[in-house]
């Protein structure tokens, strides 16, 4: 690599400021001359300035002192990274703004949420690309629960770009003791399984808070496992990628982890609180709600097999009881597990 392309220790923004853009911002202060996060909480961006903690979204970390906050996006205009860990459901807006901006033109753009954009069916990187076409592109994915990696605990994580470069000179900036990253030229495919996974950790907190037990839950994870491939490489991902850390890695941390909103939230509503009681409950946005309706219509669209997908889809948007679509889920009629 030129070592002249890229800052060895780069500026990096984060924009977001909930619990998985604070864990990156101790992850990389190791690597980076600087690391701004930016939010429009005032309290938050204050706790973080002034007593280098972020209790509303992750009250157990202590922030290393030269990790700041703040409200202004414009101090995106000096980043040599910038990392997109908003709600994917914001990604857009985000991009839009960024473009009106004058970034570094070599400032790499980092896709750190998992989602899928309802109408256009595009992936968070994709978006990105559309707004911000003349940037380097990547996308980070994996079994990353943000308050694990704030404690410093084993994780490891995929970092994809289409540019070897690019792909090199990420993963050196993620990798610690205690981070570990392997690297990818399948956005598709990380991306895909990355949203699709939340939808399946909504059916597996279903499961358990049904009560249906051990063996029903895992005969759902791995069916919805079956699923994300067929619909993922149907969209072009590639089959290796699903069975992957950013596939079946990070579907069994959030199908099977209290530390997942999305099972969660799914063990919420198979106790029998409504969507929206378990929203309120939660605090903070859970993706596999709102994306199951967008992986939902592109999954019509490409006419692909779907029923856990529309299992689930049903009990957030149709109101079907969720005993009931999970007993018709699993007392459909037989097949073979493996298809030609």
């Keep these: 690599m030129n070592p002249d392309t890229y800052s060895s220790s780069p500026r990096v923004i984060i924009i977001g400021c909930g619990s998985w853009g604070t864990s990156l911002s101790s992850v990389l202060i190791h690597t980076a001359s600087a690391v701004t996060l930016v939010g429009r909480n005032p309290e938050v961006i204050d706790d973080i300035n002034s007593n280098h903690r972020n209790e509303r979204y992750l009250p157990d970390a202590i922030l290393d002192p030269s990790i700041t906050a703040s409200e202004?996006?414009?101090?995106?205009?000096?980043?040599?990274l910038i990392l997109f860990v908003v709600p994917s459901s914001a990604t857009r807006a985000t991009a839009e703004q960024l473009a009106g901006l004058q970034l570094k033109p070599r400032a790499i753009l980092m896709a750190c949420s998992k989602g899928i954009e309802r109408g256009t069916g595009q992936r968070?990187?994709?978006?990105i690309a559309e707004l911000l076409p003349t940037h380097p592109?990547?996308?980070?994915s994996g079994p990353n629960h943000a308050e694990e990696v704030s404690r410093g605990l084993a994780t490891t994580t995929v970092i994809g770009a289409q540019d070897e470069e690019v792909r090199s000179y990420l993963q050196r900036l993620?990798?610690?003791?205690?981070?570990?990253?392997?690297t990818s030229t399948?956005?598709?495919g990380m991306e895909w399984g990355g949203a699709i996974k939340n939808v399946f950790a909504i059916a597996s907190g279903i499961a358990t808070?049904?009560?249906?037990?051990?063996?029903a839950t895992a005969g759902l994870v791995t069916r919805g496992l079956a699923e994300m491939i067929r619909l993922g490489t149907a969209l072009g991902g590639h089959p290796d990628t699903f069975v992957g850390l950013s596939g079946v890695g990070d579907l069994i941390a959030t199908c099977y982890s209290h530390h997942s909103r999305n099972f969660r939230a799914g063990i919420s509503i198979g106790k029998g609180n409504?969507?929206?009681?378990?929203?309120?409950?939660?605090?903070?946005?859970?993706?596999?709600i709102p994306n199951c309706q967008s992986i939902h219509e592109v999954a019509r669209r490409t006419g692909v097999r779907t029923p856990l997908i529309d299992s689930v889809y049903s009990v957030l948007y149709e109101d079907k009881p969720a005993a009931d679509a999970l007993q018709e889920l699993l007392t459909r009629a037989p097949r073979p597990e493996t298809e030609g």
């Design 186 to 188: 399948d956005l598709t």
């Design 209 to 215: 808070g049904l009560g249906l037990g051990d063996n």
């Design 72 to 80: 202004d996006l414009a101090v995106a205009c000096e980043a040599d």
């Design 137 to 140: 592109l990547s996308v980070l």
């Design 124 to 127: 968070m990187s994709e978006i």
């Design 174 to 182: 993620f990798t610690s003791p205690t981070f570990r990253s392997y």
């Design 274 to 288: 409504t969507v929206q009681q378990t929203l309120d409950g939660e605090g903070m946005v859970v993706e596999g």
